[in-house]
């Protein structure tokens, strides 16, 4: 399944976590305390028919431990500006606080210039460097390769991965740079986990209760863990809550599909390759999460120089260190400013890019002959064996779960596929149902 679909990619760029070491560029010096706060943006915009948004946020680090915590900026005016002239007014999302999106069907154009403005709600505004668009040739030839004995990255506890490579066509008499990104999708069977609760559908009456042993369903809906508490003021007639810990699984009410993305960034400079073709390029390592076929979309984007040099610095410093859970002394500084003050140095790259994209099926056939066990995607994600609740005894109705609940809907209950970065539950382009 090969698509050559090519779409101008424009991006806030900001990788994995932030704030690294970085030896030139700009850079922002930290106290020996790695006390940090500063500006991140985020955002992605294509000439695809997607949802396009911007996140902002600030990074802190806390003064004692050193560890990072984010909080979401709301009410912020942002807009985009096209060519110079036209904007086009970002919409805050009353959900997710601290996230903008453009209209819905907006969508970048070749040969147009772009450039993001925003103010925050103290009057502080902000600008990126504006930024045209590098033509990036096609992807073609793609193919996978199924490696048993090796782990698809390091921070995996099991062996097994799917290397995806692909062709293309550096153009000649100029200097090109490039990177790679996928994005995977893996049938999601669980989806929700409760740790000293169950999962509830309806909310849970407060002061009700039934025979000392179960807590009463009301008809409001709830879809979350229910976990209850002792307090001082609790009746007598609560019923008793066990003093231990357990968690409970729940399957998911409709299909639904893990989303994983690229973990490193995977960049080339064509000094080498000028005017030839770029063959059997490794763009893609995706994990043997289960034996079921997963869908993956590959993109291939270009960068003018500065980008490039942006990128390739937070890539060897990540190499270099360990990864972002290091301490960093210094974080790379962006090309977003604040207007009224040069010297505040905002972590984000505003990043414009034409891009081929690739949506490509690996069916996993190719794993049989391994004698590789895959763990399953739960146990992946999370380092353990499913848990689900005790199903209800079918002649009494009585069941073993650590916290009863009478009335509502059926028991065992199942749990919504909540659509986030990392789960949706609309089915991804290029899903291959099996039969």
Not at 399 to 419: D, E, Q, W
Request: aromatic share 12%; net charge neutral; hydrophobic share 35%.
């Amino acid at each position: 399944m090969l698509n050559k679909p090519k779409y101008i990619f424009l991006r806030f760029f900001v990788p994995a976590l932030l704030l690294m070491a970085v030896s030139c560029v700009d850079q922002l010096e930290y106290n020996i305390g790695g006390r940090i706060n500063t500006l991140v943006v985020d955002g992605l915009l294509t000439t695809a028919d997607e949802q396009h948004t911007v996140r902002i946020y600030r990074a802190k680090s806390d003064e004692a431990t050193g560890k990072y915590d984010s909080a979401p900026i709301t009410g912020i005016v942002m807009e985009l500006v096209v060519d110079g002239t036209q904007t086009v007014a970002f919409t805050e999302d009353k959900v997710l606080a601290g996230k903008y999106y453009l209209p819905e069907h907006f969508r970048a154009q070749v040969g147009k210039s772009y450039q993001l403005k925003f103010r925050l709600p103290d009057g502080t505004n902000y600008e990126s460097t504006i930024q045209k668009v590098v033509p990036v040739p096609a992807m073609t030839n793609v193919k996978s390769r199924f490696v048993p004995n090796q782990a698809a990255d390091a921070r995996l506890k099991f062996n097994g991965f799917h290397e995806l490579y692909i062709d293309t066509q550096d153009p000649a008499d100029q200097q090109n740079f490039y990177s790679w990104e996928w994005t995977q999708y893996e049938k999601q069977d669980w989806c929700k986990s409760c740790s000293r609760g169950v999962y509830a559908v309806n909310a849970i009456l407060p002061g009700v209760y039934l025979d000392k042993r179960y807590f009463v369903s009301g008809n409001e809906p709830f879809e979350d863990c229910f976990s209850p508490k002792y307090s001082w003021d609790n009746d007598w007639s609560m019923p008793p809550i066990p003093n231990e810990e357990w968690t409970y699984d729940y399957q998911c009410r409709t299909q639904c599909w893990q989303v994983f993305r690229n973990p490193n960034l995977n960049l080339f400079d064509d000094r080498l390759t000028n005017g030839g073709k770029i063959l059997q390029r490794s763009v893609a390592r995706i994990p043997f999460y289960q034996h079921g076929g997963s869908s993956v979309e590959l993109r291939q984007l270009s960068l003018d120089k500065d980008a490039y040099n942006y990128f390739k610095l937070f890539q060897q410093q990540t190499e270099n260190t360990g990864g972002i859970a290091d301490t960093p002394p210094t974080a790379l500084r962006g090309n977003i400013k604040n207007v009224q003050d040069a010297k505040e140095s905002i972590v984000g790259y505003f990043q414009v890019s034409d891009v081929s994209i690739v949506r490509h099926w690996v069916d996993r056939k190719d794993t049989g002959a391994s004698g590789i066990t895959p763990p399953g995607l739960f146990e992946a994600l999370n380092g353990r064996a499913i848990s689900p609740e005790p199903s209800p005894n079918i002649n009494t109705g009585s069941s073993a779960a650590k916290i009863l609940i009478y009335g509502g809907p059926p028991r065992l209950p199942t749990a919504l596929c909540i659509k986030s970065d990392a789960r949706t539950p609309v089915k991804p382009q290029g899903w291959v149902d099996l039969q």
